[in-house]
């Protein structure tokens, strides 16, 4: 007989299958059992979408590209936004990097357990694994106009610092976020259909309270702290400072951003967690 | 004891039905947060303990147990709650009452090809669909040429899924689940999919796996596979165990369970009684290509009704839907005066149903409001057609209808 572990398989050496209670249901062991399983949904995500689009990975460069090209006309070159003494196509380019992520992050988290719900209906794993390959797969798309901001940089001759050492911390910050985030949204979704519908207004005006299309100096000094409670603030910050070395290191506006994250993962994660008991009778 | 692997104590899952949506829209939410502006993040739906909604246990009070290496068949008609039982060991949901105890590594099989991707190539739906079935990817990796050649698709294994019939893709699909090799394994109804000769070759991988000491669980509507593979069985009714015993016992049982008690009132209110098929005694006599005609005889109660509808539809004994209709799409509402009987002719041209038993399930709403749910109705015998007379003519043939064709061969 073979006994070999199994990715998902394992599991206490008695399981107890009960009514849905309280927060004590998550299972962090089970999770970490089913990690082959992330990998494999997000294989499963970049190949079916690089086998039904035309152009494959030239869409993780052109939509970044055409969005600097227009930010830069309109806030840049016609409505002259201050850019912290960088080019404006490279001010732009630093913040969509992380931007875009964030809102494919959370586009694909928002849809992911509605679209698995054939196999959310016939086969157990932890539904965890959903949010968690949602916010996985657009790293790839990330990684890809990453390589064009090194082109766009030599081309401007701006040198990074020792400050770009920090800027795995600020794409950790990003994923951390899309991932709270993402969990509420792939909840509520399963639950409200209305969520699918809010989501894109959600991420345009999220945008323009995120420092995207401008500097955050541009915010009054004593609301800085206030402003730092979105995340995604202290993210864009954080990029455009750990790679260009110019504006001030967010440290402020970074403790918000962090605490402002854990609050989300941990909620995110309990109310997912809370859904997770129904989800299989209401999707 | 110890070597019991699987422990069900009072199991009970209960589900609200009737016309309300599957899902909520934020609207009714909104509406109701107004009064209890906390529940909004309380989505108990489903479960919901308030008596507005018409609901069914679809399993009351389940308790059995199971030793390893037992092979189990769960037997019970349509409705009886068995996928709902399988469905909550597979802790594809969760029970709402009871508790269920599991020593060992468990895998659940409750559809062919779960997971699969029509985009992907067989190559990497193998992967896939085995790793959401719970495989490593090692593991996987080492059984991929036993799979392949399970499956008989080595030419094919790299094009893409969507261009193979449906036959060859269930027959990777199920060459990947039979491949899981976890302690205790819960199956339902996939032996029903592939052609004859594939059936039996699953059937014998199922008895191996059997064979090696691991525990199986089995739902199956076809007597005959359940008891080549099974040893026990548990017979359920209405949500309940009737009986636990082996498995030759289980299906004298059920076939002994009498066809008209047969009939299952998920939803009665009393305001309506269905007193059966009139014309029952001469639907044993029809062919295939003879119109089905029912007479259902209904007495209502003391209230009056002002929009009744009907929807009806017919199963075979494979449990396949092959005829439903409602009576809201074919714009069809009658009044009902109280304490009045009354029949509904319900006629099926030439529906040219393939030979076996029939039954037919009602549900009668007034407005909406469900009044009476019955489903397993023993409905209709239809015999093969007098030119095709030999019974094994049909063995093998896993058509639903028997429709006139006529066959030739051209420029041979």
């Not at chain 1, 979408?49 to 930010?71: D, E, N, S």
């Not at chain 1, 702290?225 to 990029?239: D, K, Q, S, T």
Request: glycine share 8%; aromatic share 10%; with cysteine.
């Amino acid at each position: 007989m073979n006994l070999e572990p199994q990715a998902i398989g394992i599991t206490p050496a008695v399981l107890r299958i009960a009514p849905p209670g309280g927060w004590s249901d998550l299972s962090l062991g089970e999770l970490w059992h089913a990690r082959e399983l992330v990998y494999f949904f997000v294989w499963r995500d970049i190949k079916v979408r690089y086998k039904q689009t035309a152009i494959g990975a030239a869409w993780a460069v052109f939509q970044p590209l055409l969005t600097m090209a227009v930010f830069t006309l309109f806030f840049g070159r016609l409505a002259k936004m201050p850019s912290d003494g960088l080019p404006y196509p490279l001010f732009y380019y630093c913040a969509l990097l992380p931007w875009m992520y964030f809102a494919a992050s959370l586009q694909n988290a928002t849809n992911v357990i509605v679209e698995q719900q054939r196999v959310i209906t016939k086969v157990f794993f932890p539904r965890l694994v959903l949010p968690l390959s949602a916010v996985t797969s657009p790293l790839l798309d990330f990684a890809i106009s990453f390589l064009f901001l090194v082109l766009i940089m030599v081309y401007y001759g701006v040198r990074p610092s020792l400050s770009l050492l920090l800027l795995p911390l600020f794409l950790a910050l990003a994923i951390l976020t899309a991932l709270g985030v993402g969990l509420w949204l792939s909840a509520l979704n399963a639950i409200y259909r209305d969520i699918r519908y809010v989501v894109p207004f959600l991420v345009q005006f999220w945008m323009f309270a995120s420092p995207v299309a401008y500097p955050s100096s541009l915010v009054p000094e004593r609301w800085r702290w206030l402003y730092g409670l979105n995340p995604m603030a202290g993210v864009i910050e954080g990029f455009r400072w750990a790679l260009t070395s110019h504006g001030n290191p967010p440290s402020g506006l970074l403790a918000a951003s962090t605490l402002a994250v854990l609050l989300l993962v941990a909620s995110g994660t309990l109310y997912f967690q809370k859904m997770e008991g129904i989800v299989a009778d209401v999707v | 004891m110890s070597d019991i692997v699987i422990r069900a104590e009072k199991l009970s899952k209960k589900y609200r039905i009737g016309e309300c949506d599957r899902y909520l829209a934020l609207r009714d939410v909104l509406a109701r947060a107004l009064n209890a502006p906390c529940r909004i993040f309380h989505p108990r739906m489903p479960a919901s303990g308030n008596g507005n909604h018409p609901h069914i246990w679809a399993l009351k009070d389940v308790s059995f147990e199971v030793r390893q290496g037992e092979v189990l068949g769960i037997v019970g008609r349509n409705g009886a709650g068995k996928s709902t039982l399988l469905k909550i060991l597979a802790r594809v949901t969760k029970p709402t009452r009871g508790f269920a105890e599991i020593r060992g590594r468990m895998g659940s099989l409750l559809e062919v090809g779960t997971g699969f991707h029509n985009e992907l190539t067989g190559r990497e739906n193998v992967f896939l669909s085995g790793a959401i079935l719970g495989m490593s990817k090692a593991e996987i990796q080492r059984k991929f040429d036993e799979i392949v050649t399970f499956a008989e698709s080595e030419k094919f294994i790299d094009t893409p899924l969507k261009h193979y019939s449906s036959g060859m893709q269930m027959r990777l699909a199920f060459a990947v689940a039979a491949h899981l090799e976890p302690e205790i394994l819960l199956i339902d109804e996939v032996l029903a999919v592939g052609d004859f000769q594939f059936q039996k070759k699953c059937l014998g991988k199922m008895s191996d796996v059997a064979k090696q000491g691991r525990t199986i669980l089995f739902v199956s509507h076809n007597l005959q596979h359940a008891q080549a593979i099974c040893g026990s069985g548990v017979l359920l009714d209405g949500g309940k165990i009737l009986r636990q015993a082996e498995i030759s016992r289980i299906v004298r049982d059920y076939l002994a369970m009498a066809p008209y008690s047969g009939a299952n009132h998920r939803i009665d209110r009393g305001m309506l009684a269905f007193q059966g098929i009139s014309n029952r005694a001469e639907l044993d006599r029809v062919v295939p290509g003879d119109d089905l005609e029912f007479r259902l005889k209904f007495r209502s109660g003391a209230v009056p009704l002002s929009k009744v509808m009907i929807d009806f539809a017919l199963h075979n004994d494979r449990n396949e839907y092959v005829v439903h209709s409602k009576s809201r799409l074919l714009g069809f509402h009658f009044r009902v005066p109280a304490r009045c009987q009354f029949e509904i002719l319900y006629v099926i041209k030439r529906p040219q149903l393939a030979p076996g038993k029939y039954t037919l399930t009602i549900y009668v709403h007034d407005h909406g409001l469900p009044l009476l749910w019955v489903d397993n109705i023993d409905a209709c015998l239809i015999n093969a057609n007098p030119g095709f007379g030999i019974p094994e003519l049909f063995d093998g043939v896993s058509s639903s209808l028997l429709p006139e064709f006529t066959i030739q061969a051209e420029g041979a």
